[in-house]
């Protein structure tokens, strides 16, 4: 058994951020599928392990008996003590840190995954909701390229965890429905992390979340 336990699916932008903490720490884990688009997520058993019904769920197997974590935030603050690389070193960083895991979950992954998950999986076009959301999803970026004007790294002169939370969906560019040609600081942010030694894309490190039926139509 691996150290550590993931259960994802390669769709989630939440779950990709802790899969690739876990691939950049070099750390003994393993993926467990979760069939979202079957509805897995709803149903009992995974009600058990996560009562809020969402992925990732990190399980620590330690001496003193398993440690189950959830939402990305949390579990990339644990991993960043456990495994000692990423996390902030100063208390300054440390609430910089905290800051922009914060605007990520309301601005950025709230927003921009929603805005994904709408226009690629639900198909939902060009409604008002999307609209809505393109807008709030395009400002928040337009924060993030003012953000990285002069620094490369988001919250300390180094990458951290703030990075990988508020990269994760941003690879999708296509699927968000959104342009980087006039963002590139932000360009540039993520082509430093792509070349961090142990970069992966989310469908390499995690198996999907559709069923056969699904992927091959």
Not at 52 to 58: D, Q, R
Not at 167 to 192: F, H, K, M
């Amino acid at each position: 058994m691996a150290e550590y336990t993931l259960y994802c699916f390669s769709e989630s932008g939440n779950a990709y951020k802790v899969a690739l903490m876990l691939e950049l720490c070099k750390a003994d884990w393993e993926p467990v599928r979760v069939a979202f688009f079957s509805g897995e997520t709803r149903k009992e058993a995974f009600r058990g392990l996560n009562v809020m019904g969402e992925v990732p769920v990190l399980v620590h197997h330690r001496q003193d008996g398993d440690f189950t974590i959830t939402q990305s935030g949390a579990i990339l603050t644990y991993l960043a003590r456990r495994l000692g690389k990423f996390g902030p070193d100063t208390e300054a960083e440390e609430f910089e840190v905290m800051r922009w895991l914060l605007f990520d979950s309301q601005k950025i992954s709230g927003q921009a995954g929603v805005l994904r998950f709408l226009r690629r999986f639900l198909k939902k076009g060009e409604s008002e909701d999307v609209t809505f959301l393109h807008a709030r999803t395009v400002s928040a970026l337009n924060i993030l390229e003012a953000r990285l004007t002069g620094r490369d790294w988001i919250a300390a002169d180094r990458p951290t965890i703030a990075d990988f939370a508020l990269c994760a969906y941003l690879y999708w560019p296509e699927q968000i429905g959104v342009d980087y040609a006039t963002l590139p600081n932000l360009s540039a942010w993520l082509e430093r992390i792509r070349a961090l030694p142990g970069w992966s894309r989310s469908e390499d490190l995690m198996p999907s979340g559709m069923d056969e039926q699904t992927l091959t139509a």
